[in-house]
């Protein structure tokens, strides 16, 4: 094509060196990754799990077509997640072909319809519900709530369908390495106008149907909802702040999204270049209230919780029936006086009754989800890149083997998550109450000894730089990781050995997986004594000592750097950031286990509700390294890039030529 002046305008100029070259923040971009995975691996099994417990074991009601609904909806949204998160990590490049071009986008926007659509529909029906009563008690049904959802979904259809088809895929490279997915308005050879064209020309439509006048609707309908709960002539005054929740969510996820298009379409080049840039976070922020409505359901009232508690026992105890009869019963045994002391009530009353707070177990099971979509899939990469793409270094050995540690870490977590989700409840037996927790503080001496090995390595190597050349080998580095893991292994036996199951209720209902040391009858005084025999070794070779060697490396190190003796100043902080990551990640575990051990009862039972959360912070180590590798260079970042690129691009191979070449145009 004979491109005219007209063409390669700044708006052509803005589009490629704002999108397209290596002037995009990579933070925006890691931003954007983290929200996709966060999103996608808490919102496909959480929407799953609503259209199930309130779609199939709670009683059909109006309230809950609507979440069902709702819950549909996003569900088709995350499945889309992947195909948007391919697109960050190839920096815009679009693998997938002209057919998926026109699909995901258009998912994403029946999503955003069909969801905002249904709070309306929820706002005008709790409206009714306690502002028309009698109108309501007449019309009011289950056969209307579906035909309106139906409805709702084929106008979100039909607003949709101007995406799917002036979306399609351009090259806006010379040598068809960049091919972007957007919509275009046709303009003969003009492609790049066109997309800012279609960009103006469907965000208005978006913005005013898809979020000012729901807005306003919803606004109108909570504003004489809330004076009639204000009066207090409203019982279900939780319910209705949920439902309140939900849509403000909705509207915080959404708006970014609606201002930035609205900058892009009709701002001047200079607003509009830099609001382009922050485009994928504004799209992944969207994105996010996908997976917030699972969340917040679990609030929504005692029937919706109690379905959720007796559906996952229910799973868990049938799965592992066979271990049913394992753990030590309190009901079997004939307590003394002294057994049922302080002790027993603070763990009773702070770890097994309604006295839990559950804003602590939600932050933990949003924790543990995070680390496990995160941890799993990053480790395996750092693998791959750093164990198998990667020229093999010394350094490459320390960072495949902290990978490793964490990858172990990482898969034990849906064991920690049930736990939680259950309220300490341990339906897995004995010998998984052994092996979990094990390989929990097996990861944790593994990757501080790793990380100790990485700072006297850097201390020698730039301390000693004769004595490091002759001596220093890939060969010691594997010798040495394995004394660290066989280390590691010791130390974390005593916990393989003293952990065991107790029943802590009357009905075998309550059976928690705790470390116990042999008092007799005495159990609970036992956990007790176990929290304090095992906290001592724990803090002082896995956390102080450690701090002190890598403190002593790294304070000697750092003299250097300043000192501009030291080439790679962006690995040395990365490192260092790595180490910060660990202590700061354990650092509370080993406050709260000290004070539970040690403390009076009072401090004690407070610290007791907040480990859940310290362990649960102290798994996120295992999904932070990762993120971290992205920085550490340039070798490592392009491994990654041409191992995705080569993976997408053989998978879909056969949509190669589909996409529309600006060159051949």
Not at 47 to 59: Q, R, S, Y
Not at 63 to 78: I, Q, S
Not at 380 to 393: D, E
Not at 478 to 507: E, F, K, Y
Request: one cysteine or more.
């Amino acid at each position: 094509m004979n491109f005219s002046e007209e063409y390669l305008d700044d708006y052509y100029d803005m589009f490629i060196q704002t999108d397209h070259s290596e002037q995009v923040n990579q933070s925006i971009r890691v931003v954007s990754m983290v929200l996709y995975s966060i999103t996608c691996v808490l919102g496909i099994p959480g929407n799953a799990f609503v259209i199930w417990i309130a779609g199939v074991k709670m009683k059909r009601t109006v309230k809950t077509v609507w979440f069902v609904n709702l819950a549909v909806a996003d569900l088709l949204c995350c499945i889309s997640i992947p195909f948007s998160l391919a697109e960050i990590i190839l920096n815009q490049h679009w693998p997938f072909g002209e057919a998926m071009c026109k699909v995901i986008p258009s998912v994403m926007y029946l999503n955003m319809f069909a969801s905002i659509f249904t709070l309306v529909l929820i706002s005008l029906d709790r409206f009714v519900l306690i502002i028309l009563p009698v109108w309501s008690q007449n019309h009011r049904s289950i056969a209307l709530a579906w035909l309106l959802c139906g409805l709702a979904w084929v106008l979100a259809l039909l607003l949709s369908l101007p995406t799917m088809i002036h979306n399609g895929t351009i090259d806006v490279s010379d040598d068809n390495e960049e091919i972007m997915c957007t919509s275009i308005y046709p303009l003969g050879e003009n492609k790049i106008r066109g997309i800012f064209l279609a960009i103006k020309a469907t965000h208005v439509p978006r913005l005013v149907l898809g979020f000012l006048v729901p807005l306003l609707v919803i606004a109108v309908c909570y504003l004489l909802i809330g004076r009639r709960v204000s009066s207090g002539r409203f019982k279900s005054q939780r319910t209705f702040w949920i439902i309140l929740a939900v849509v403000a969510a909705f509207f915080v996820c959404w708006l970014p999204y609606h201002i930035i298009g609205m900058v892009i379409g009709y701002g001047r080049f200079a607003s509009a270049g830099e609001a382009w840039n922050w485009y994928p976070v504004v799209i992944s922020l969207a994105y996010v209230n996908s997976c917030l409505n699972p969340i917040l359901y679990v609030f929504m009232g005692q029937d919706f919780k109690e379905r959720v508690r007796i559906s996952f026992r229910k799973v868990f105890e049938n799965v592992f029936s066979e271990d049913a009869t394992t753990h030590t019963s309190v009901e079997n045994m004939n307590f003394s006086e002294e057994y049922l002391d302080d002790y027993y009530d603070m763990f009773i009353q702070t770890d097994h009754s309604e006295q839990v707070n559950q804003s602590i177990r939600v932050v933990s099971m949003v924790l543990y989800s995070i680390t496990c979509v995160l941890g799993i899939p990053g480790n395996v990469l750092v693998i791959w890149i750093a164990g198998v793409k990667m020229k093999r270094t010394v350094k490459t050995v320390w960072f495949v083997n902290l990978a490793v540690a964490d990858l172990l870490c990482c898969i034990s977590i849906p064991f920690s998550l049930a736990e939680i989700i259950l309220n300490q409840h341990w339906p897995f037996g004995e010998a998984m109450c052994k092996v979990i927790p094990s390989v929990m503080y097996l990861n944790m001496f593994a990757s501080i000894f790793t990380l100790v090995l990485i700072s006297l390595d850097r201390f020698v190597l730039i301390i000693l730089p004769v004595w490091s050349k002759n001596h220093r080998s890939i060969k010691l580095a594997w010798l040495l990781c394995g004394l660290a893991w066989d280390l590691a292994l010791l130390l974390s036996l005593p916990t393989m050995i003293h952990n065991g199951t107790i029943d802590v209720s009357d009905d075998n209902e309550e059976i928690m997986c705790t470390s116990i040391y042999p008092l007799g009858e005495n159990k609970i005084r036992g956990i007790f004594l176990a929290i304090k025999a095992t906290h001592v070794p724990r803090l002082v070779l896995g956390f102080l000592v450690p701090l002190l060697v890598i403190a002593v490396c790294y304070l000697l190190i750092g003299r250097r750097v300043s000192s501009g003796r030291f080439k790679s100043q962006r690995t040395f902080w990365i490192i260092l950031a790595v180490v910060a990551a660990f202590f700061v990640c354990w650092l509370p575990y080993h406050i709260i286990g000290m004070v539970i051990g040690y403390g009076r009862f009072a401090s004690a039972g407070e610290a007791w509700n907040w480990y859940p959360v310290v362990i649960s912070l102290a798994y996120v180590n295992s999904c932070l390294n990762p993120i971290l590798y992205v920085f550490m260079g340039q070798d490592f970042k392009e491994r990654v890039r041409i191992s995705f690129r080569k993976v997408f691009e053989n998978v879909f191979s056969e949509d190669a030529t589909t996409h529309t070449s600006v060159s051949q145009v």
